[in-house]
């Protein structure tokens, strides 16, 4: 345990502050958003430029071509969360599809959909579940035939998030229709604008449609487009599926949403008294904290475990069922903090923090189920870090 | 930046694993909470040979010199264990209190004696600590103690005494001091003996390090019983995962079903961040002393609460037989009962751990 940096770190932090201060101008409006806008893409290019976006992706690709260094780069996240600045894009596009291509795209697949998935160019949606196929994705049935050069492609999707927005898809289909389960399916890829593609959204309990779905009747799309090779999609989509997992118990963000209720609690009153110095609100709050920093540390581990290349094991089967969970149980407390007033979510008078608090309540649940559920999540934990046995298979039920 | 175990603490914790198991096992922890005359002075010796009574204790008066991260595995290993007798106390608070508030001839007199494992030294501190139950508390005037400690360590056995006084001033008082009267406290745990102590105008020589002194051995208490629940639980679920993969009700092993599954994962998923948790706790103590109280308050919280619902779901993974006193798995659930309730249970401390960082009054 040894948690200085060194000389060189502490200078590269200074750099990353120094750049934050030197262009708040560039972030302050904030630029975020599922289509980028202008100022967003613009704000990319120079993450990009600087090496604090797509920073270990090679320059031939149109990324930073800095070597890995997980210190730099948790660097550069503690130092945009601190300044309130956005990110680099993280969408589906950048967490997924990148690394994907990057291990088992083909040449021209790499030289043609990196560099503008970077930039914020092209955006993707990615479609994996489909209305039969949830926690078994790998049941999926919207099939792919051959006709020529092409496939045929005809099915559904759900929950595809920015399936409006999006250019492009990296789809998941059934190729092989005679192959086992897991062997007949392919990673495809194609534009959003095909003829054959109709994009209906999903609005959920927040109210919003933060997801679609989407119908493919006879869309053709050429062979070449396959991603890692036929039959081989489960397997392509599968190398993936640990970045999403990873991106969902961030603990940055945990961290950062605990501050915000920290905030709602010192400064909200009710019959003149502080939400924290209400002693039950006050100890909820005391063991979200407790929860937030072993998730905090927990990660320090996992980084470390990651820079000397050793195995992660346990505290890393765990970051997406804790972490979502924790997220979830944060804004369940700042709503029964606020009491009534936690019930209210359209614009108004007495609306807290924009409603946000609700939303993230609601929201948070769709990502404990989401990305594996927290079940299924428990599953892999039990089967991978504990080596129980897995459930026996019926023939049928 | 390395968060992370040394090979060299690691080989320690697993070398401290291997001399409980030879000297410690399950047979002999049952003879000790078996039998009140048992001082477990077999086990004391081998475990002051193996250098656990010099832990903390600088080099320069016979001990290893290690940080709280030493204490803290070796608490880990002895909550694994379910070992009987003295640690706490005796082998980190008491020589840490002298470290921290004695003058150089305490120090002097007392700290190799303790590394050499031939004194024992109580510590009473759960007045100011856990707060003050049944008229216990002890007031210092001229050199004398007067009152009553309750939750000391090793009382029965100890030759010396660290005690706290209502202002919080620290008192060094030996075992066979004018006016000291002492008696068992049986808790649910019989590894760790605890006793009453009831001083009468005793003699006391006072240690001069004042509030900073017993703040840290709070924090270091916390942090050690952390580490104690942390062991102990991790075995709790090693064992019923065994059990799960073993144990066949309806022609599976009832690990197959996802009821049971569950369990487990639950269990794992909780515990495994309370690993890193408690490792800062202890890192913070020597290395980062700004954080250290807040970290080790969330630490003692965190890991009760995450032990008490490893205690009781890891005894139903084991059905009926996890009640039982011949499995013996009710060593781990007791000492994970008391590592809760020791120095304040979980709404106490976080009431502390809201104050420590001035969010309330």
Known sequence: ?397 | MDFSITPDQRLMQESLARTLADVSGLERVRRFAGDPADKGADVYAALADFGLTGLIIPEEYGGLGLGLLGAALAAEALGAAVAPGPFLGACVLAPLALRLAGSKAQQGEWLPKIAAGQVVAGVAIAEQVAGARDGAGVTASGGKLTGKALFVTDALIADLFIVADQAGGLHLVRGDAAGLTRSAMISIDLTRPLGEVVFAATPAEPLDGGDGALAALRDAGWTLLAADTLGAAQVMIDKAVDYAKERRQFGRVIGSFQAVKHMCAEMIAELEPCRSLVWYAAYAFDDAPDEASLTAAHAKAHTSEVGRFIARTATEVHGGMGITDLLGLHFWFKRIGLNRQLLGGPERVRRLAAQIQGLTA
Request: charged share 25%; with cysteine.
């Open chain 1, 1 to 397: 345990m040894d948690l200085k940096l060194t000389p060189q770190m502490e200078a590269f932090r200074e750099e990353v502050r120094g750049f934050l201060a030197a262009h708040r101008d560039h972030y302050a409006g904030g630029v975020a958003g599922s289509r980028p806008r202008e100022a967003a893409l613009e704000w990319q290019r120079l993450l990009i430029e600087q090496g604090y976006a797509a920073r270990t992706i090679p320059k031939a690709y149109g990324g930073y071509g800095a070597e890995p260094d997980i210190l730099k780069t948790r660097i550069i996240a503690e130092e945009f969360t601190r300044a309130g600045a956005p990110r680099g894009f993280a969408n589906q596009g950048i967490s997924m599809l990148v690394p994907t291509l990057l291990e088992v795209g083909s040449e021209e697949q790499k030289t043609r959909w990196i560099g503008p998935t970077l930039r914020g160019e092209v955006v993707w949606c990615q479609g994996y579940s489909e209305p039969g196929a949830g926690s078994d994705l790998a049941s999926l049935q919207t099939k792919a035939v051959e006709d020529g050069e092409d496939f045929i492609i005809s099915g559904s999707k759900i929950w595809t998030s920015t399936a409006a927005q999006a250019d492009m898809i990296f789809c998941l289909v059934r190729t092989e229709p005679d192959a086992a389960k897991h062997d007949g399916i392919s990673y495809i890829l194609f534009p959003m604008t095909t003829p054959g593609i109709e994009v209906r959204p999903l609005k959920t309990m927040t109210g919003s449609a933060e997801f679609n779905e989407v119908f493919f009747t006879d869309v053709r799309v050429p062979q070449s487009a396959v991603v890692g090779g036929r039959g081989r999609g489960w397997f392509v989509a599968n190398a993936t599926l640990k970045h999403e997992r990873g991106m969902l118990g961030d603990p940055n963000a945990t961290e950062a949403r605990l501050h915000s209720l920290i905030e709602l609690m010192k400064t909200e009153r009710v019959d003149g008294e502080r939400l924290i110095d209400n002693p039950v609100m006050c100890d909820r709050l005391m063991q979200l904290q407790a929860r937030v920093m072993a998730m905090k540390f927990n990660g320090l581990r996992l980084l470390t475990a990651s820079m000397t290349g050793e195995p992660a094991g346990m505290a890393g089967l765990v970051v997406k069922l804790q972490g979502c969970e924790l997220n979830h149980q944060i804004a369940a407390l700042a709503i029964d903090a606020l009491g009534e007033l936690g019930v209210l979510y359209e614009d108004g008078p007495h609306l807290r923090a924009k409603g946000s608090w609700q939303w993230n309540y609601m929201f948070d649940l769709g990502l404990i189920i989401g990305g594996g559920t927290a079940q299924i999540q428990k599953n892999i934990i039990a089967e991978r870090g504990l080596a129980l046995p897995r459930e026996p298979k019926l023939a049928s039920v």
